[in-house]
């Protein structure tokens, strides 16, 4: 009977373990941009009446 190779079996779960830790660190950068473009679309509506309301500023700093 043949003798289990440890050491291999070893590596084989540290790499699995490894692309696994891998993949979940990706999807976790990639969900929050991925919420972020969607909310960064409202922030960007809501954003909109402050630049006209920066050049009145502007004009009073002016006069």
């Keep these: 009977m043949a003798k289990p190779n ?3 079996q070893k590596r084989q779960r540290e790499l699995a373990k490894k692309q696994k ?3 979940k660190r990706l999807r976790k950068t990639e969900s929050p941009a991925h919420e972020e473009a969607g909310a960064g679309a409202d922030e960007g509506a809501a954003a909109m009446p402050l ?3 920066q050049p ?8």
Excluded: I, R
């Excluded at 009145?56 to 006069?63: F, L, N, P, T, W």
């Design 21 to 23: 830790k891998e993949e």
């Design 51 to 53: 630049p006209s309301a």
């Design 6 to 8: 440890y050491a291999f």
């Design 56 to 63: 009145v500023a502007g004009d009073e700093s002016k006069g």
